[in-house]
């Protein structure tokens, strides 16, 4: 039973150029979540998919896009790249929209952005 | 937006004692509080998750306690395993949800 798959696993981009990150869900599951972790630090909260719509957006400027295909997969769009870009990009996927005990968010390995 | 403090950010237990990590936060609404656990280099794994209605649960050696009129929840490991080390991140849910707030995260260091 395959679990939430992003790609690519590594990445390495200039200062101002765009990058693109996908995720699939595992299956089943409609929400798909995207989190920012910051070494050494906890997962931030970008945005959340649900059903192809937007249902939540953390405080990340406009450059960061996101959307969801009929398949309930995903991707993240970030545009005109800073250094402080450099994270690991995580995404969750879920059952439903509301995040509980019945629909616990179960994440992927992350890609692991770094901007020079 | 609202907050999620976790202490402490490092702990070392030698093998076989208890471990305890707390976190306070701040959204009175949020109802939903999971436990992750990452280890180095992988995908943070939920350990264990509890809702307001309950003030605590328990599976095997690890048990989450939930204050919900003080605001703090607590994870506790017993007989710790060197296996156990990772960082441990507390959660709560916010924006009535849809997402979660997330603490900076505990080293937890268990030594043979």
């Known amino acids: 039973d395959a679990g939430v798959t992003q790609s690519p696993t590594h990445l390495i981009k200039t200062r101002g150029q765009q990058v693109t990150l996908r995720c699939s869900p595992i299956s089943g599951h409609k929400s798909v979540s995207w989190y920012q972790q910051v070494l050494g630090q906890g997962p931030q909260f970008i945005f959340q998919?649900?059903?192809?719509?937007?249902?939540g957006r953390g405080n990340f400027p406009d450059r960061f896009s996101a959307r969801q295909f009929p398949n309930y997969s995903s991707e993240l769009n970030v545009n005109a790249l800073l250094l402080g870009d450099s994270a690991l990009y995580l995404c969750?996927?879920?059952?439903?929209?509301?995040?509980?005990?019945?629909?616990?968010?179960?994440f992927g390995n992350g890609t692991r952005l770094t901007v020079t | 937006g609202e907050n999620v403090e976790q202490h402490p950010s490092t702990l070392s237990v030698q093998e076989g004692d208890s471990a305890v990590i707390k976190c306070t936060y701040s959204d009175s609404a949020s109802n939903y509080f999971p436990w992750y656990k990452q280890e180095l280099g992988k995908r943070p794994q939920l350990i264990i998750d509890i809702r307001s209605n309950v003030g605590e649960k328990k599976d095997q050696r690890i048990a989450v306690t939930l204050n919900k009129t003080a605001k703090h929840f607590s994870l506790h490991i017993t007989e710790t395993q060197p296996e156990d080390s990772a960082v441990y991140f507390c959660a709560a849910e916010v924006d009535s949800g849809y997402a979660l707030n997330f603490g900076k995260g505990t080293s937890l260091l268990v030594t043979p």
């Open positions: 969750a996927s879920s059952r439903s929209d509301i995040t509980g005990i019945s629909s616990p968010l179960h």
């Open positions: 998919y649900y059903e192809k719509e937007e249902r």
